[in-house]
T-cell receptor, first 115, second 115 residues
Framework: AQKVTQAQTEISVVEKEDVTLDCVYE???????LFWYKQPPSGELVFLIR??????QNEISGRYSWNFQKSTSSFNFTITASQVVDSAVYFC????????????FGQGTRLTINP | NAGVMQNPRHLVRRRGQEARLRCSPM?????VYWYRQLPEEGLKFMVY????????ESGMPKERFSAEFPKEGPSILRIQQVVRGDSAAYFC?????????????FGPGTRLTVT
């Protein structure tokens, strides 16, 4: 069975600090996809990144970076030099390659960036 | 290029009434996924449909909930005889194909409040 765990329920940091959001996943499939979504206070879901299980290269996009490690089944997300606009709930999700390919979401981490 | 559309954005129903939530996929998309987000929780998969077919309804409550995606028109999630516990945000996501492509585009959600 698939499972995604985001152990950090809430994180609060001061602006300009770096912050890392943890994501640990479980799956029996060898081919799968991992995602991060942002849900700002307005409520919509904003797609941030998708990685497949064969690509373990870390990715950087501006102030955002992702660290995918199959050995520890983790897909962590780091925001560098955080800004108040980064305040949101962040969800990690997993999709397997077979069947319905539905997304399995973690519980989310509420990130608050204080000025 | 219109994105995924959901309406209504907010819906208030009294206990016992019916709720009908609509999802219009992006142009060219024929796969629809419905997810439910209960307060302070992550999103949970409900059902996956293709045109005129339910492919996976493993996340649907056994009673009062149904979904359809007719040949013409939007996908409909119907909740009969709503109860307070149905209050949640309901998101639909659509994709161009369910196999081999893992890009699900989310709509803005419908927030259902049962009074």
């Amino acid at each position: 069975a698939q499972k995604v765990t985001q152990a950090q329920t809430e994180i609060s940091v001061v602006e300009k600090e770096d912050v890392t959001l943890d994501c640990v996943y479980e799956t029996r499939d060898t081919t799968y996809y991992l995602f991060w979504y942002k849900q700002p206070p307005s409520g919509e879901l904003v797609f941030l990144i998708r990685r497949n299980s064969f690509d373990e290269q870390n990715e950087i996009s501006g102030r955002y970076s992702w660290n995918f490690q199959k050995s520890t089944s983790s897909f962590n997300f780091t925001i560098t030099a955080s800004q108040v606009v980064d305040s949101a709930v962040y969800f990690c999700a997993l999709s397997e390659d077979q069947g319905a390919q539905k997304l399995v979401f973690g519980q989310g981490t509420r990130l608050t960036i204080n000025p | 290029n219109a994105g995924v559309m959901q309406n209504p954005r907010h819906l208030v129903r009294r206990r016992g009434q019916e709720a009908r939530l609509r999802c219009s996929p992006m142009k060219g998309h024929s796969h629809v996924y419905w997810y439910r987000q209960l307060p302070e929780e992550g999103l949970k998969f409900m059902v996956y449909l293709q045109k005129e077919n339910i492919i996976d309804e493993s996340g649907m409550p056994k009673e009062r909930f149904s979904a359809e995606f007719p040949k013409e028109g939007p996908s409909i999630l119907r909740i009969q005889q709503v109860v307070r516990g149905d209050s949640a945000a309901y998101f639909c996501a659509t994709s161009s194909t369910g196999v081999g492509v893992h890009e699900q585009y989310f709509g803005p959600g419908t927030r259902l409040t049962v009074t």
